[in-house]
């Protein structure tokens, strides 16, 4: 992966020997990307927990020990056009994050491939979101509230999986398996799901239409061009 921070971050965080860490953002979010840091000889000398880069309305980013809050002021309608807000955050990949979501979210993509995740709860009202997940230390809760639409979320091969569903979906797959529109509860999970120490468990909760829930290759070896990131 390039190191991109070459561009200084705009706030930071210490990580002061934290090992988990929780990042919320309570009056919901807009335009989000979350990946972990790359590291530099510079953090040789001071370990962050977080970077971040913004674009456009610039939340306030507080953080206290291991908690960090994203906090936008009142979105009106015109204000979530992508061009308004950009949120850029790098992540502490050695340390156990808690993401939470409370309010609308629309278009987060999160790369957490190389992060370690505790645990996702996402808010009423999730449109665009997409999430690579790691492989997971225990049972993982990825949960989403209702209201939710175009998601899409990816775990490495071979991790077992549950899956909870209520208040009907439409156009909702599972690794192979195309569900298309149900209108009742649906409870799902792999064959290997119950023996596992170390597993998914996913709810979506009053309902979902354009849900995908697969598996990725894994970490990407390669360096990935981030030409239409330096803007931020």
Known sequence: MREWSSEMPHASA??????????AFPRGAADVTLEPIVATPTYRVIEPLLHAWFSGRRPELVADG????????????????????????????????????????????GDLRR???ARVAIGVGASELTLSL?????TVSVEIAGGASDVAIDRP???PLRLVVRGGA??????????GSIGR????????????????????????SNARLGVHSGVDTDEPSHSDRTSI
């Open 185 to 208: 509860e649906l409870r799902w999970q792999s064959s290997d799901w119950a023996a596992a120490s170390d597993r998914y468990d996913i709810a979506i909760l009053g309902g979902v």
């Open 170 to 179: 439409s156009g909702l797959s599972v690794d192979t398996l195309r569900l």
């Open 115 to 117: 992060v370690r995740v």
């Open 66 to 109: 291991g908690d960090v809050y994203v906090e936008y002021s009142s979105f009106g309608w015109f204000d979530w056009r992508p061009s308004r807000s950009r949120t850029r955050l790098a992540l502490n990949p050695d340390v156990a994050w808690e993401i939470l979501v409370r309010g609308g979210v629309s278009k987060l993509r």
């Open 157 to 159: 091969a071979g991790v």
């Open 14 to 23: 210490a990580c002061d020997g934290l090992r988990t860490a929780r990042l």
């Open 134 to 138: 790691p492989r997971p230390e225990g």
